[in-house]
């Protein structure tokens, strides 16, 4: 947030001091009077500073491609400590082509890797990261800002943003494994492992192929995160990844947030633009709050969500919303506003498989947040041939209108006369109170794995003995309704 627009400013976000010798008072701090050159240090345990091997980092990049280098290789190097960043190409220093970073460990700095290249230039301008381990990041591991064709693959990002402190920067939005922005076109995220992350695994705009990732545990430290964030897209394909674990953070929050709970989702749609954009065959599991949501503003068009497995949330399997609508009109405020209403998207939403195995959890939801003034709601799209359990309770669909109508819930019969869609999807009718009712079996490895079962499949068919799972790949097995 920027705090000099006053928009944040009463918030209750609470602030940091630093650079002051007066506020050296823990074990671990030092401080640097630049004037006498003297170097203020606490020690841990108080041991004398002279027995210590104490590093200082005087560098803000460990190396810089500068200006318009092609056909470079940076490989089996290990980056430390620097200032702002392990490897940086900076903005408006021409386009590096064909650059190579591979097989490198960038650890205990702001960013890993950050690289900018020239937003919407269609020539060759593919660089490759590959292979590198990059951890104990306080802001973020990796940043790519525009460029075609890049590639990232088998990188493993861990224990990114974790430090609410270290890693703030007022002036942007961070804490995240993997950040692609806007501009950026026919890249390629694919077999990253993105582990213990402080906001948000992936952040991705642009067009290309996110595929066979595993985001693990992000939602370290803050709320409102989760799994892989995609906006300002056209023509981006995310398939095949496995997304589990997601959690939050309340005590980071200023007071004024606590009620909120936590807002979690191993997929978001954003809030802006998305157009063309494909989620489809992902694996998602253990989530605090929904499986996929999506928000909607009046520029979506195009997109699918298709044949993904969600499993075990909290809130949501997957979920719909008009609340962004405001954003590119001229509403100022959710509202009845006609303005704001969008009468058709052209969502299809098809082959999922949604596992509700928490009392708490519905399979569908939709928010309708706008209204044309007389009560009619926006229609999302394409919704069936879609599966919902929930073992718990009936209910297997809640629809919120903010302007008349209410909360409701309903059983899937309900729902199909209820609505116009979902007449080719299934449902279970299986009711227990044991928490053993379906699990997870998922393959996050390059080669096919076997596992030994008993149970039954989501069409009642009976599984035992042996099952294969390919690569990036699920089976959920339900007990106690064959």
């Known amino acids: 947030g920027n705090l000099s627009n006053g928009s944040w400013a009463n918030a209750g976000w609470g602030f940091l001091l630093e650079n002051k010798l007066s506020l050296l008072d823990t074990a671990g701090e030092w401080y640097y009077n630049k004037t006498s050159g003297e170097l203020y240090f606490w020690a841990p345990a108080s041991a004398n500073p002279n027995s210590l ?93 525009g460029g075609n064709g890049h590639l990232v693959e088998g990188n493993v990002l861990r224990d990114i943003g974790n430090d609410a402190q270290l890693g703030a920067k007022p002036e942007d939005w961070n804490f995240f494994g993997i950040r692609v922005v806007d501009g950026n076109s026919n890249y390629t995220l694919r077999r990253n492992t993105v582990e213990n992350i402080g906001y948000i695994g992936i952040v991705a705009g642009g067009s290309g192929l996110i595929t066979e990732n595993i985001v693990s545990n992000p939602g370290d430290i803050l709320n409102d995160g989760g799994g892989i964030a995609i906006d300002h897209t056209d023509g981006l394909s995310v398939t095949k990844n496995v997304i589990k674990n997601i959690g939050y953070d309340m005590s980071t929050m200023p007071a004024l947030y606590q009620g909120y709970g936590p807002i979690a989702n191993a997929f978001y749609f954003g809030d802006t633009n998305i157009q063309n954009t494909t989620v489809a065959e992902n694996i998602i599991t253990n989530v605090i709050g929904s499986g996929i949501w999506m928000d909607h503003s009046t520029t979506y068009t195009g997109n699918v969500v298709r044949d993904n497995i969600v499993h075990d949330f909290g809130q949501s399997g997957i979920g719909f919303s008009d609340y962004s609508n405001y954003k590119n009109t001229s509403c100022t405020a959710p509202s009845s506003n ?139 097995v339900e007990y106690g309704n064959c």
């Open 53 to 145: 091997n104490v590093s200082i980092s005087t560098k803000d990049t460990g190396l810089s491609i500068g200006w318009q280098r092609t056909d470079v290789k940076v490989k089996n190097l290990v980056f430390e400590g620097f200032n702002l960043t392990g490897f940086f190409h900076p903005s408006g220093e021409g386009d590096m082509k064909r650059v190579v970073v591979e097989n490198n460990e960038i650890r205990n700095t702001p960013t890993g890797i950050r690289m900018y290249t020239t937003n919407g230039n269609s020539s060759a301008l593919a660089n490759t990261i590959r292979n590198n381990y990059i951890h104990n990041i306080h802001s973020e591991g990796i940043y790519m800002q």
């Open 338 to 476: 006609s303005a704001c209403f969008m009468a058709q998207y052209n969502d299809v939403v098809t082959g999922n498989k949604i596992y509700a195995t928490r009392a708490s959890a519905t399979p569908l939801t939709k928010l309708y947040v706008y209204s044309n003034g007389t009560g009619a709601v926006a229609d999302f799209g394409t919704v069936d041939n879609n599966y919902y359990y929930n073992p718990f309770t009936t209910t297997k669909v809640k629809t919120t209108r903010n302007f008349g109508g209410g909360t409701n819930t309903y059983t899937f019969p309900q729902w199909l006369a209820a609505s116009n869609e979902d007449d080719n999807s299934t449902y279970s009718n299986y009711t227990t109170t044991s928490a053993n009712v379906a699990e997870i079996f998922y393959n996050e490895t390059s080669s096919a794995i076997t596992q030994t079962v008993n149970g039954c499949n989501a069409n009642g068919t009976p599984l035992t003995g042996t099952q294969t799972i390919q690569p990036f790949r699920a089976l959920v």
